[in-house]
């Protein structure tokens, strides 16, 4: 499977935005899905995950109540919807995906390129 990323910009802090995670190959929906972000100088962190029927959820505590992980498989693709944002929030976000749960952080084998977010004072 092959995943890219989309949705990502400037945006000052207490604005939103919608990161978009489009999957092509088949079989997606079989696919659970994290949300993952990287700072500068900082080791990439866990942000959201969601299963491969998106009954299950879950999210790191720097952003609960604040981003909702979601999925559409008809349309092969994960959200993740970033509300009341800060500055801390800023970084590349990335999807993973992989069929074999490992655990709501990973590993998962498949990467998209990342988006970047920026979220301005």
């Known amino acids: 499977v092959q995943l890219v990323e989309s949705g990502g910009g400037l945006v000052q802090a207490g604005g939103s935005l919608r990161l978009s995670c489009a999957a092509s190959?088949?079989?997606?929906?079989?696919?659970?899905v994290g949300w993952f972000r990287q700072a500068p100088g900082k080791e990439r962190e866990f942000v959201a995950f969601?299963?491969?029927?998106?009954?299950?959820?879950s999210y790191a505590d720097s952003v609960k109540g604040r981003f909702t992980i979601s999925r559409d498989n008809a349309k092969n693709t994960v959200y993740l919807q970033m509300n009341s944002l800060k500055t801390e929030d800023t970084g590349v976000y990335y999807c993973?995906?992989?069929?074999?749960?490992?655990?709501?952080?990973?590993?998962?084998?498949?990467w998209g390129q990342g988006t970047q977010v920026t979220v301005s004072s």
């Open positions: 993973a995906a992989d069929d074999v749960y490992s655990g709501s952080s990973g590993p998962f084998r498949y």
């Open positions: 190959g088949r079989g997606f929906s079989d696919y659970a």
């Open positions: 969601i299963s491969w029927s998106g009954s299950r959820t």
